[in-house]
């Protein structure tokens, strides 16, 4: 039996191995991290105070060509007394193994498996249903479209939907549908065909010029690789799927909070506007979207905000984080 063990963040945070079957390239494991939970302060135990997440679990699942290392993101939940998670799914990150297609999924849907086993190693009962606990479910890009799918299909299961920049809509919107027949066609015959490589690395450039050095992070290039990893035909026909699917209407009945850069710039050529906006989703065409997921959506637009706002400069990064604060205060009083 799989046990908890330190992770690579440090004494803060552990990992534990979900053991998923196998399939055709070999064993197949998702990895749950979790951040060990923050002391409450000797003024608050004195008087008996609960902190405003107490009785709150948050799982965590990052974006494509990517995986959890944000250690602030999770402190900011266990300062408030919140159990923090993060899945790095099958085939990223800690989960990826030798042999593997990096990121590679034919359905998105089969992410349901990883959910289900880390919703159950949290605690939460069989598949995460049986838990008096509160549910977040917060989520960057790919990981955003992936929660938003799953939230919509297992109603009554997460009490909110926190997203990042959530992938839920094609680059060129106008072009989905007209491309989505051959992509299918392609996924169907030759699924590990990879699309020429399109990303030139300034999104990662753009991270590196605006680092905090109050808020460091440590990357691992082989995780998340300076240009992503490579799109295969059957994973973006996944994807399209996905995107067919929001813009058809999703029925999430928890509040969703969507948090997204005041603008996108193409990246098409190396400028220091790539340090304050999303160079790698169309923010306006993300915000439209965002407003089909359900029928309580917030949208959050963050000027100077990078593609993950929290990883912008330090004053959209902190605006980023008051705005989250204000959205969770507002979620907490309306439980009780």
């Given amino acids: 039996m799989a046990e908890w063990i330190p992770d690579v963040l440090g004494e803060e945070f552990e990992q534990l191995t979900l053991d998923l079957g196998v399939d055709d390239q070999g064993p197949v494991v998702a990895t749950l991290v979790r951040a060990l939970p923050a002391p409450s302060g000797w003024w608050d135990r004195a008087r008996g105070r609960r902190r405003l997440l107490e009785g709150v679990d948050v799982l965590y699942i990052h974006g494509w060509s990517d995986y ?3 250690k602030r993101l999770a402190r900011f939940w266990t300062a408030r007394g919140a ?3 993060a899945l790095d799914l099958r085939k990223y990150g800690r989960s990826l ?5 990096p990121g590679y999924i034919s359905d998105l849907a089969t992410y ?3 959910i289900a086993a880390a919703l159950t190693a949290m605690g939460r009962g069989e598949g995460g249903e049986e838990s008096a606990r509160r549910l977040i479910l917060l989520g960057h890009s790919t990981g955003g479209l992936t929660l938003s ?3 919509s299909r297992h109603p009554h299961t997460a009490d909110a939907l926190i997203l990042n920049s959530p992938w839920l809509e094609f680059q ?3 072009v989905r549908a007209a491309i989505a027949p051959m992509v299918e066609f392609q ?3 030759r699924p590990l065909d990879a699309a020429p490589q399109v990303d030139l690395g300034y999104y990662t450039r753009a991270q590196q010029e605006v680092a905090d050095p109050d808020d460091p992070m440590d990357v691992n290039l082989a995780w998340r690789p300076v240009q992503t990893m490579a799109v295969y035909a059957g994973w973006l026909n996944a994807i399209l799927s996905g995107h067919r699917t929001v813009a058809a209407g999703l029925s999430i009945e928890a509040p969703v909070c969507v948090l997204l850069s005041a603008r996108f710039v193409p990246p098409t050529r190396w400028s220091d506007d790539l ?3 999303d160079s790698v989703l169309v923010v306006d065409d993300i915000a439209r979207a965002a407003l089909r997921l359900g029928s309580t959506v917030t949208v959050e637009r963050i000027d100077g905000a990078l593609h993950d706002v929290f990883l912008s400069r330090h004053a959209a990064r902190e605006d980023a984080y008051r705005r989250l604060d204000r959205w969770v205060v507002g979620w907490r009083a309306a439980q009780t």
């Avoid at 193994?97 to 297609?101: A, I, K, L, P, V």
């Fill in 149 to 151: 799918l799953w939230a």
């Fill in 97 to 101: 193994r030798e042999g593997q297609t």
């Fill in 172 to 174: 060129f919107a106008p």
């Fill in 275 to 277: 340090t304050s906006a």
């Fill in 187 to 189: 996924a169907r015959i």
């Fill in 68 to 70: 959890f290392f944000q």
């Fill in 83 to 85: 159990r923090f998670f």
């Fill in 112 to 114: 349901d498996e990883d």
